[in-house]
């Protein structure tokens, strides 16, 4: 794989907020090369802008925000004669990427921006992306996660973007009471109901009015090989053999609430952090959730009782079958000064490498997880392992109502009111009506 710029060489120091690190903050207080909106001098000759979310750089944490200025002041050096004018996209990030594919498409878009990677696609069919692909080497590439390769890669095999975190959805269990990880479906329902049995609750998930809830529930649709969307963008979940896999993955989550595997009042659930309390008050033995809450528990538990907890992949019908659902954001050039494209994937490789280690947020790229200690570990072996079947979210106008749907509709099944096939069928409905009035 590429060497990364040399500014990975400081990584190891920021993590361990070393003298390093810390001698370098007056140096950027003194030289003013980093300010509320901007990074480098104030008289460099370029001028890149750079679309960024407010975290990271400008997070409210200090010790995440002083290691990103070190990370941009090797940066900037490492590039003289540039300097970065910083843009923060507000908390309203779907508007925000609204406002961005608007204003690239009338020529006023930033030179350099984050792009949520379910938007990806809405702005790789605009055609407002420029390829990176002078600045990545083949086998940069092809280290990618295969969904990841997909998402940020067009027809003509034109890098658009690097995709530079990721997050999934695993399978969490109390090792003392279910010490074999579930491979299928059925296997799942047997130990819940084993720790049901054992005095806890059984399985919890996301399954109120949430779009975790509709996000972590597809998984188990994909792991068939389901596909949410035609190529068009036009819902296809509903018909043919879609259907079938559709109601089997519903047929799932209703005979986990019905057996009595999973409690009915997972339909008030919809917040990750509230699946966390009841594991670490120890009322359930195992749920699903993202790979973040891995070390909520690291750091919530006692080191004995953290140790008894254990992540494994999403389990499909069959043991070959599996599938999980993928977020994060990626970096992409909206320029097409080749500088500025060159500038934005340094950028782009400054986060996707040192800035994933330091947040400790999960890499795109297989090979990074063997280059940082920070992902050492057998969460870290299950997470990269489970990515290699991560699928991401269409980037579709549709997109929104579907997820709507779904949460409703999980919420009737689940709740006992509607059999799966209706529950599905009143979803089509308001979803074609939707598709019809755009």
């Known amino acids: 794989m590429k060497t990364l710029p040399s500014v990975l060489a400081r990584t190891t ?82 508007e925000e990427q609204a406002r961005i594919l608007e204003q690239a498409q009338a020529g006023r878009g930033p030179d350099c921006a984050m792009i949520d990677s379910a938007q990806l696609a809405t702005f790789k069919e605009a055609g407002v992306l420029s390829p990176m692909n002078d600045f990545l080497t083949d086998d940069e590439i092809a280290d990618f996660f295969p969904y990841v390769r997909d998402a940020v ?57 949430t779009e975790g809830t509709a996000f972590d529930w597809l998984a188990f649709f994909w792991a068939q090989g389901g596909e949410l969307v035609d190529d068009a963008g036009k819902p296809v979940f509903y018909e043919g053999d879609n259907r079938e896999k559709f109601l089997a993955a519903l047929d799932f989550y209703d005979q986990l609430v019905e057996t009595g595997a999973a409690p009915q009042r997972v339909t008030t659930i919809t917040n990750y952090d509230d699946i966390t309390a009841e594991a670490a008050a120890g009322t359930t033995a195992m749920f699903i959730g993202g790979n973040w809450q891995y070390a909520q528990l690291q750091s919530t538990l006692p080191e004995e009782m953290a140790s008894q907890w ?65 992902f050492a570990g057998p969460e870290f072996e299950t997470f990269a392992a489970a990515l290699e079947n991560g699928q991401s979210r269409p980037g579709v106008a549709i997109y929104p109502e579907m997820s709507t749907q779904i949460q409703i509709m999980l919420g009737e099944v689940l709740s006992q009111t509607k059999e799966p096939e209706q529950a599905l069928n009143d979803a089509v409905v308001a979803i074609e009506a939707a598709y019809a009035r755009q």
């Not at 002083?66 to 507000?90: C, K, M, S, V, Y």
């Not at 049995?197 to 399954?207: C, D, I, S, T």
């Not at 340094?346 to 063997?370: E, H, K, V, W």
């Open 310 to 374: 254990a992540v494994s992949e999403l389990p499909g019908p069959t043991p070959d079958q599996r599938a999980t659902g993928t977020g994060g954001w990626s970096i992409a050039a909206l320029s097409d000064d080749p500088a500025k494209v060159e500038i934005c994937a340094d950028i782009a490789r400054l986060y996707a490498g040192p800035g994933n280690a330091f947040q400790r947020l999960l890499p795109t790229s297989a090979a990074l997880y063997n280059e940082y200690d920070e």
């Open 13 to 94: 120091s920021l993590l361990g907020a070393t003298a390093l690190t810390l001698s370098a903050l007056p140096a950027i207080a003194q030289d003013d090369l980093i300010t509320r909106n901007r990074v480098g001098p104030a008289d460099a000759e370029n001028v890149l802008t750079f679309r960024l979310t407010a975290y990271d750089l400008y997070s409210a944490d200090p010790a995440t925000a002083e290691g990103f200025e070190a990370l941009f002041t090797d940066f900037i050096n490492e590039h003289p004669g540039w300097r970065i004018e910083t843009q923060l996209q507000t908390g309203n990030l779907n």
């Open 153 to 209: 890669t067009d027809e003509d095999g034109n890098v658009l973007a690097l995709w530079w975190f990721t997050d999934l959805r695993v399978l969490y269990r109390n090792t003392e009471i279910v010490p074999d990880a579930p491979q299928t479906w059925d296997e799942t329902q047997a130990a819940a109901l084993q720790s049901v049995e054992a005095g806890y609750e059984g399985l919890l998930f996301n399954g109120g009015r």
